[in-house]
T-cell receptor, first 114, second 114 residues
Framework: GDSVTQMEGPVTLSEEAFLTINCTYT??????LFWYVQYPGEGLQLLLK?????DKGSNKGFEATYRKETTSFHLEKGSVQVSDSAVYFC?????????????FGQGTILTVHP | EAQVTQNPRYLITVTGKKLTVTCSQN?????MSWYRQDPGLGLRQIYY???????DKGDVPEGYKVSRKEKRNFPLILESPSPNQTSLYFC?????????????FGAGSRLTVL
């Protein structure tokens, strides 16, 4: 079945450091890929998405490129801020008969210190 | 404001005492879904609904029921809660159509079953 694997966390960085959170997936066909972010005490909100191979999603300084050859969708940001501290989830929508279901990775906790 | 509203946000109950977590959306979305979030497991889908009176099981439906009598509401029912249903629950909705299924999430309901 479909699955998403994220790098083990938690990740702790100093402000202005470079961030990479790895995400790889297993799916049949051509899934759409997402990064969702969950701030403390809140629900998940969409950070960025990509719907086909080589697409780059970007938002708020975060980027991720859909790499079909490596089945990856790594999240990157050049300079993190304290306000980026949150839990980040990689997810896929396999489409077709999955009827809108998102398959999530386990989540990566990011803490950014001043 | 476009949103998904869940209630209650926090609940402590005892084994076997029936409870309902309500979910309402004001975006006229056809698609609604329930997920549970557990540490190290990410989010897993419990049930989903493609439209009024159309519901189906997700990956972890055991011990749960849902109904979709109106487009805006999608309550989650635990007929006889057990401690293994202690979790953080999220309701989500979306417009299903072409392209990626972008979910809008509620703020979450933290349930503890003693």
């Amino acid at each position: 079945g479909d699955s998403v694997t994220q790098m083990e966390g938690p990740v702790t960085l100093s402000e202005e450091a470079f961030l990479t959170i790895n995400c790889t997936y297993t799916a049949t066909g051509y899934p759409s890929l997402f990064w969702y972010v969950q701030y403390p005490g809140e629900g998940l909100q969409l950070l960025l998405k990509a719907t086909k191979a080589d697409d780059k999603g970007s938002n708020k300084g975060f980027e991720a490129t859909y790499r079909k050859e490596t089945t990856s969708f790594h999240l990157e940001k050049g300079s993190v801020q304290v306000s980026d501290s949150a839990v980040y989830f990689c997810a896929l929508d396999a489409g077709g008969t999955s009827y809108g279901k998102l398959t999530f990775g386990q989540g990566t906790i990011l803490t950014v210190h001043p | 404001e476009a949103q998904v509203t869940q209630n209650p946000r926090y609940l402590i109950t005892v084994t076997g005492k029936k409870l309902t977590v309500t979910c309402s959306q004001n975006m006229n979305h056809e698609y609604m879904s329930w997920y549970r979030q557990d540490p190290g497991l990410g989010l897993r889908q419990i049930y989903y609904s493609m439209n009024v009176e159309v519901t189906d099981k997700g990956d972890v439906p055991e011990g749960y029921k849902v109904s979709r009598k109106e487009k805006r509401n999608f309550p989650l029912i635990l007929e006889s809660p057990s401690p293994n249903q202690t979790s953080l629950y999220f309701c989500a909705s979306s417009l299903l159509g072409r392209g990626a299924n972008v979910l809008t999430f509620g703020a979450g309901s933290r349930l503890t079953v003693l």
